[in-house]
């Protein structure tokens, strides 16, 4: 985009980036929400060096290695019992898509009419056309409006709206064509943190099972402790069919994704018949560098060190979402786990493009901090070791821009 920022960065230490002039910046926003763990990790650089020295990476058809089997067991033991199987990609978008493709097919294979797709408004589940054909229809996707299939909206339900919420996704449901209900369990990040209750969601999945709908829980964003949980599911009662992951699977290191699903679904395309097989893959799927990677990630999450340091920057993040709350210029501060976002009022255009945002940006830029707004709404998720000190900092600085407004 014409007039955008650029900066270059040369190195990446810990919960620091620092520019080709020397400059440094405190990574609040994870660089996309992927850095739990900070930059250049010596952990996982370890991890991966001896995994280069083993094996890089092979076909993943026919093929298999230890570190795919690894990562699989290790990821489907923090599921919930049913899910057991796990299918391999590299970014989030296409982990959204293949879960799309297996609910479709699913059904498809059995011979049964279930077509229909279910989402919530104002969703975002990724840039390739099935992640944007489930997305809220937005600056994102407007150009190629013409080619995304159709998708039902429901509300993201509230105290005051669960019990329309619930009939009008009854009404959905009972027509019987419903493939599957696709959901950003508890946050939606995109919107800008939108946030639900655990029990409303789980009211919902409930009534999906009911009709034999499929629900597919895209964690891409909130998975590996983000929202206080290894997964947002873990504190839904109801359990998905499919669950995404990217992002923070392998600490943003490596570009990885996983859709894991029940053995019941797997069941649906396990045949003799080769066209009931799922003939999709990629040229990256599995590769060993990046399995090894999220085998490290996932030692170190488990640490009692990081569990603490999980602890310690929620307890924070909460204090400063209680503190900031009250502030004429907030419209709503919203905080879950890790997740802090602030919702800024203003009075220019609150959209993607926001001039707010764009303003906010800079500032935090100039003082030394890469802070990515969604439009209105300001976004704090920086790296789980993240010191007191540093986020002290982070805080003043959003106490000084909400102050300048
Ligand atoms: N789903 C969710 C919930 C996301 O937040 C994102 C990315 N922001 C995606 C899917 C797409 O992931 P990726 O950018 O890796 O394609």
Redesign the pocket.
């Known amino acids: 985009m014409k007039g955008a920022h650029i900066t270059p960065i040369v190195k990446g230490e810990g919960v620091f980036l620092i520019d080709e002039n020397g400059r440094k910046y405190i990574d609040a926003v994870s660089s996309?929400?992927v850095k739990i763990h900070g930059h250049s990790h010596p952990y996982i650089g370890q991890k991966l060096e001896q995994q280069f020295s083993e094996l890089d990476h092979i076909i993943f058809a026919g093929l298999t290695h230890p570190k795919a089997v690894e990562l699989a067991k290790r990821l489907v033991d923090n599921m919930p019992p049913e899910i057991n199987k796990v299918f391999y990609s590299d970014?989030?978008?296409?982990a959204?898509e293949i879960a799309l493709k297996m609910a479709l097919q699913f059904w498809h294979n059995q011979g049964v009419a279930k077509t229909k797709l279910v989402a919530f408004e104002g969703a975002?589940?990724?840039?390739t056309f099935g992640?944007m054909s489930v997305s809220a229809r937005s600056t994102f996707s407007l150009p190629f409006s013409h080619h995304l299939f159709d998708t039902l909206y429901i509300p993201v339900p509230t105290e005051e709206n669960i019990a329309d919420v619930l009939r009008e996704f009854e009404a959905i449901l009972s027509g019987g064509q419903v493939a599957a209900f696709i959901y950003?369990p508890l946050v939606q990040?995109?919107r800008g943190m939108v946030m639900h209750e655990a029990d409303h969601l789980s009211q919902l999945l409930k009534l999906a099972k009911k009709y034999q709908a499929l629900c597919i829980a895209?964690e891409?964003?909130t998975g590996f402790g983000r929202t206080g949980t290894l997964f947002a599911s873990d504190q839904i009662e109801m359990k998905p069919d499919i669950i995404t992951l990217?992002?923070a699977l392998t600490a943003g290191v490596m570009p990885l994704?996983v859709t894991a699903c029940t053995d019941s679904m797997y069941n649906g395309f396990y045949s003799d018949e080769r066209s009931k097989a799922f003939l999709h893959g990629h040229s990256f799927t599995g590769n060993a560098l990046a399995c090894a990677v999220a085998c490290a990630n996932l030692d170190l999450l488990e640490s009692a060190e990081v569990q603490e340091d999980l602890t310690r920057l929620a307890g924070l993040q909460k204090e400063f979402r209680a503190e900031i709350s009250g502030h004429p210029k907030v419209i709503e501060a919203r905080q879950l786990g890790a997740i802090l976002a602030i919702e800024l009022s203003t009075t220019e255009n609150s959209g993607y493009y926001s001039d707010l945002g764009i303003k906010a940006y800079v500032y935090f830029l100039e003082r030394g901090i890469i802070m990515r707004p969604l439009g209105n709404v300001l976004i704090v998720m920086p790296p789980y070791c993240i010191k007191e000190e540093d986020m002290a900092y982070v805080y003043e600085q959003i106490r000084s821009f909400i102050g300048e407004l």
Do not use: I, Q
């Open positions: 996309w929400w970014n989030g978008s296409t959204n975002y589940h990724g840039d992640g950003e990040g995109v895209d891409v964003m990217s992002k994704a």
